[in-house]
C-alpha cells in the first residue's frame, strides 16, 4: 500500500521569509511525486512533479521540492513567500502498476500555508 | 486551450435519490480520474477510466459507478444518496503524469 503524510495541519510563515511544506511518503518502488495547491472553493492546481534526474524540481510560481530517498520525503519550499500563496497545499504519490499502466495517486490530508503580511 | 471542464458546478440531492456528475477532459487526453474530497481532507480515489475501460477502482461502494464515453468525456454516477456523499468530486485527466484537476462540482445530499 502506498501512503502520504503532511505532519503539518498548518503552516504560518511571514511575507518575505523561505517557507517549507514537509512530505513524507510510503511506497513499493520508485514514486511519482507531485504537489497541488488548492484555493477555495476550486479544484486542485498542479505545481511540480519529480519523476527522475535532479532531485531539486522546480515548478510554478517559484516553488521548488527537494527529493530525498533515503529520507522518503519531498518538501516544497519558497524562497520568500507572498500572501497571495496562502492556500491548501497536497502532496501525492503515485506509483505504476507493473500492467495495464493504472495509476493509483494518492494524495495527503494537506496543509494549509498561511502567509502573514 | 480550455482546461477540465465539470458540470454541473452545485447540486443539491435528497437521500436515496441518484445523481449524474459529468466531465469534459483537456483536448488530447484519454484518461480521467474522479475523486472525492470530503471538507478538510485529501482528495480520494474513486474511479480512474483510459480509453473507456476502468482501469482503478478505489475503495468506494458498488453505487458509485462511472463511463467514459468515446470523446473522452466522463460520467460519475452515484445511486441511493447518503448524507456522507456530500463532497466535492473533482475530475482530472492526464497525459503521462502530471493530474489537471477541474473546479469540482460540490455535492449536498440533505
Do not use: M
Not at chain 1, 43 to 59: A, C, E, P, R, W
Not at chain 2, 55 to 73: T, V
Not at chain 2, 81 to 102: H, M, N, P
Amino acid at each position: 500500500a502506498q501512503s502520504v503524510a503532511q505532519p503539518e495541519d498548518q503552516v504560518n510563515v511571514a511575507e518575505g521569509n523561505p517557507l517549507t511544506v514537509k512530505c513524507t511518503y510510503s511506497v513499493s518502488g520508485n514514486p511519482y511525486l507531485f504537489w497541488y495547491v488548492q484555493y477555495p472553493n476550486r479544484g486542485l492546481q498542479f505545481l511540480l512533479k519529480y519523476i527522475t534526474g535532479d532531485n531539486l524540481v522546480k515548478g510554478s510560481y517559484g516553488f521548488e521540492a527537494e527529493f530525498n530517498k533515503s529520507q522518503t520525503s519531498f518538501h516544497l519550499k519558497k524562497p520568500s513567500a507572498l500572501v497571495s500563496d496562502s492556500a491548501l497545499y497536497f502532496c501525492a504519490v503515485r506509483v505504476i502498476a507493473i500492467s495495464g499502466g493504472y495509476q493509483k495517486v494518492t494524495f495527503g490530508t494537506g496543509t494549509k500555508l498561511q502567509v502573514i503580511p | 486551450d480550455a482546461g477540465v471542464t465539470q458540470s454541473p458546478t452545485h447540486l443539491i440531492k435528497t437521500r436515496g435519490q441518484h445523481v449524474t456528475l459529468r466531465c469534459s477532459p483537456i483536448s488530447g487526453h484519454k484518461s480521467v480520474s474522479w475523486y472525492q474530497q470530503v471538507l478538510g481532507q485529501g482528495p480520494q480515489f474513486i474511479f480512474q477510466y483510459y480509453e473507456k475501460e476502468e482501469r482503478g477502482r478505489g475503495n468506494f461502494p458498488d453505487r458509485f459507478s462511472a463511463r467514459q464515453f468515446p470523446n473522452y468525456s466522463s460520467e460519475l454516477n452515484v445511486n441511493a444518496l447518503l448524507l456522507g456523499d456530500s463532497a466535492l468530486y473533482l475530475c482530472a485527466s492526464s497525459l503521462i503524469y502530471e493530474q489537471y484537476f477541474g473546479p469540482g462540482t460540490r455535492l449536498t445530499v440533505t
